[in-house]
């Protein structure tokens, strides 16, 4: 039972527009969520995260938005560029105070055309 | 400051042999995970340490075994490989009690099992 989906397997977003990735969750005990970037090779790198109790977290380029009531998430990042070409991992936190177990979506390819 | 390292960084095994997985940190990270990607899945946890001398299992824990060392190193360890253990392994860590708990993620290991 996949409790976090990546329903598209890849984007391609002409370089300069809005890439938006989007993730959904089923367990309503998610309390945090965080999206991690990973190049060819390498290991996943944070990103950006949000709280349960926000709806929007904006970090630069990169917007996070969160409806908790359609238990659904984005990703923005505009403008994009050709670096931001990588695969995207939403993940989520049950509640609780340390040691927060991840659980990961199947990821999102995104592909910058230039 | 190298972060998190794993070694080796590919291996070449032939079923029923054995090997160990290593990972070290230099975050001073309370705990500690063994990841595992396989294509199409994301990324699924095997196991984690929440802090040194604890051990739990993930979601799919079957057919392997870890050590914490000591605070900087987490060892995964395959007694007897199947093809199915095929998967690029990734080792990460956290503070442990950060909200939410970012965890760095090592550059991986390519492993096959034939």
């Known amino acids: 039972d996949q409790q976090v989906k990546q329903n598209s397997p890849s984007l391609s977003v002409q370089e300069g527009r809005i890439s938006i990735l989007n993730c959904d969750y089923t367990n309503s005990m998610f309390d945090y969520f965080l999206w991690y970037k990973k190049y060819p090779a390498e290991g996943p790198t944070f990103l950006i995260s949000?709280?349960?109790?926000?709806d929007k977290n904006e970090d630069g380029r990169f917007t996070v938005f969160l409806n908790k009531s359609a238990k659904h998430l984005s990703l923005h990042i505009v403008p994009s560029q050709p670096g931001d070409s990588a695969v995207y991992f939403c993940?989520?936190?049950?509640?609780?105070?340390?040691?927060?177990?991840?659980?990961f979506g199947t990821g999102t390819r995104l592909t910058i055309i230039p | 400051n190298a972060g998190v390292t794993q070694t080796p960084k590919f291996q070449v095994l032939k079923t029923g042999q054995s090997m160990t997985l290593q990972c070290a940190q230099d975050m001073n990270h309370n705990s500690m995970y063994w990841y595992r990607q396989d294509p199409g899945m994301g990324l699924r946890l095997i196991y984690y340490?929440?802090?040194?001398?604890?051990?739990d299992k993930g979601e799919v824990p079957n057919g392997y075994n870890v050590s914490r060392l000591n605070k900087r190193e987490f060892s995964l360890r395959l007694e007897s490989a199947a093809p199915s253990q095929t998967s690029v392994y990734f080792c990460?860590?956290?503070?442990?009690?950060?909200?939410?708990?970012?965890?760095?993620f090592g550059p991986g290991t390519r492993l096959t099992v034939l």
């Open positions: 949000i709280s349960s109790i926000k």
């Open positions: 990460a860590s956290s503070d442990g009690r950060a909200l939410p708990d970012t965890q760095y």
């Open positions: 993940a989520a936190s049950a509640r609780g105070f340390g040691n927060e177990k991840l659980t």
């Open positions: 340490s929440a802090s040194e001398g604890t051990t």
